[in-house]
């Protein structure tokens, strides 16, 4: 049986920061993810959009980045691969535009650089066996067969806790009523270069007159769409408000279902009364449905609403954010609450280590927040930050 330093479940954006940082620090690192590709959500979803790099200098506005490390070095490998120049305005905040194809070659990049790395896709982690408060042996499966792993420490950056939860360690549950989940597809092929600006208020206006007008099913005007650096492309996110609120319960394979019939009503309404989409297109494929807040890990402290709304300060800071508490509730009504000032929080690093496991640390969605601060945390930005965090803490807790 194999004996690692570090095990890394999840190949998310905190999953991969957190394997590249405990494997520059020199430990023997493994990376599981149960999907055959790396990336997690961003990837999955075709995101477009990278929130939480930067915060607003004071007096000027303009962006400044706010971390250091591997998220900053992400970004900078981003930006390359799709020549943009740099962030741009959304609301208050600032965001990076980035193609999920170049989100990928980012990650192999330094995934694939990196001694003392392996990384294993379609390789899912099933159990974890506690003795005393550490956990001694993982079990996971790939290619039909059962693996088991002796870890000296674990970071759990499944965006749901699936470790904490395996090695029976307190977890902290989802607020589903004020953080709805979604689909989003990509639009290839739009003729944007012939519409005046991005106008997606205008679009959402029209979907709306096509659900009362009874052209589009109810539940198809929670719509919200985002620019790409790629010309010719836009994301769409369908949140799925409508149907959780009528059917808290719904199975999700059947929450997928009605959402995919809602896109294919959408799109058809696209290729029919949206000028410049008239030959638009989009993958042949179901898209999951993808959810903004999974179950997290209670670590020695717990992240609060207030503290990123005060933009507060901890002695043993680990990683930081600046993204605004982010809420798309089940009437789909969104709402931003920004941190005192245009400031940063801090995160501590008793966010990102179990209270109960020792040898057991958190990461991303996973960490031990509440609701109102992980509708902060959980961007691409910050997920990145707490991965690397998670991932030195794992490293050094073996000095
Ligand atoms: C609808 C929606 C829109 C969003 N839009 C944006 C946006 O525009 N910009 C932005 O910055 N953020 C956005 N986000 C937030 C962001 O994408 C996620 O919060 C972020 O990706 C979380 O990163 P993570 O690494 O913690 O988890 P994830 O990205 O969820 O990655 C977790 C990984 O763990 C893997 N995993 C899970 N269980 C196992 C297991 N048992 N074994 C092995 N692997 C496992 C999963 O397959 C997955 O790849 C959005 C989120 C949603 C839901």
Redesign the pocket.
């Known amino acids: 049986m194999k004996s690692v330093d570090a095990v890394v479940?999840?190949?998310?954006?905190?999953?991969?920061a957190a394997a590249v940082a405990a494997a520059r620090a020199g430990r023997k690192t493994v990376l599981?993810?149960?999907?055959p590709f790396?990336?997690?959500?961003?990837?999955?979803?075709y995101?477009?959009?990278?929130?939480?790099l930067y915060k607003s200098r004071p007096g000027s506005g303009l962006p400044e980045m706010l971390h250091d490390g591997f998220a900053r070095e992400f970004a900078g490998l981003l930006t390359d691969l799709d020549g943009v120049e740099g962030p741009f305005q959304m609301g208050r905040a600032w965001?990076l535009p980035f193609c999920p194809e170049s989100f990928s070659a980012a990650a192999r990049r330094l995934l694939e650089d990196q001694a003392n790395l392996e990384v294993r896709c379609e390789?899912?982690?099933?159990e974890a066996a506690v003795s005393g408060k550490r956990i001694a042996l993982l079990t996971?499966t790939a290619d039909d067969k059962v693996y088991r792993v002796q870890p000296r420490t674990v970071v759990d950056?499944?965006?749901?806790a699936?470790v904490c939860r395996a090695a029976g360690a307190r977890l902290l549950f989802p607020d589903i009523a004020r953080q709805v989940?979604?689909?989003?597809f990509p639009l290839y092929n739009v003729r944007i270069n012939e519409i005046s600006g991005f106008p997606a208020v205008r679009w959402q206006m029209m979907i709306r007159h096509g659900v009362d007008d009874g052209d589009l099913p109810p539940g198809a005007d929670y719509v919200d769409f985002?620019p790409s650096p790629d010309p010719g492309t836009l994301?769409v996110?369908l949140?799925l408000g409508s149907l959780v609120k009528t059917d808290a319960q719904i199975p999700e394979q059947e929450l997928a279902q009605r959402a995919n019939a809602i896109k294919a009503h959408l799109i058809g309404f696209f290729r029919r009364c949206f000028s410049g989409f008239e030959n638009c297109t989009t993958p042949d494929e179901s898209s999951p449905v993808?959810?903004?807040e999974?179950a997290r890990g209670r670590g020695g402290y717990v992240l609060t609403n207030p503290d990123v709304l005060s933009a507060a300060k901890f002695s043993d800071a680990a990683a930081r954010g600046c993204?605004p508490v982010e809420q798309?509730d089940e009437n789909g009504h969104f709402s931003a609450d920004y941190p005192a000032g245009g400031q940063y929080y801090e995160i501590p690093g008793r966010c990102l280590r179990s209270a109960e496991i020792e040898n057991l640390f958190m990461?991303?969605?996973?960490i031990s927040a509440d609701s109102g601060a992980i509708a902060s945390t959980?961007?691409?930005?910050?997920?990145m930050a707490?991965?690397e965090a998670a991932g030195k803490l794992a490293a050094e807790s073996l000095r």
Do not use: Q
């Not at 479940?9 to 991969?16: E, F, K, L, T, V």
């Not at 599981?32 to 999907?35: C, D, H, T, V």
């Open positions: 479940i999840g190949g998310g954006p905190a999953g991969i599981l993810e149960k999907a790396i990336g997690g959500i961003p990837v999955k979803g995101m477009t959009t990278l929130c939480g965001v390789a899912r982690f099933c996971y950056a499944s965006g749901d699936v989940p979604a689909i989003t985002l994301l996110k949140n993808l959810h903004r999974g993204w798309w990461a991303g969605r996973s959980r961007v691409i930005g910050c997920c707490t991965g």
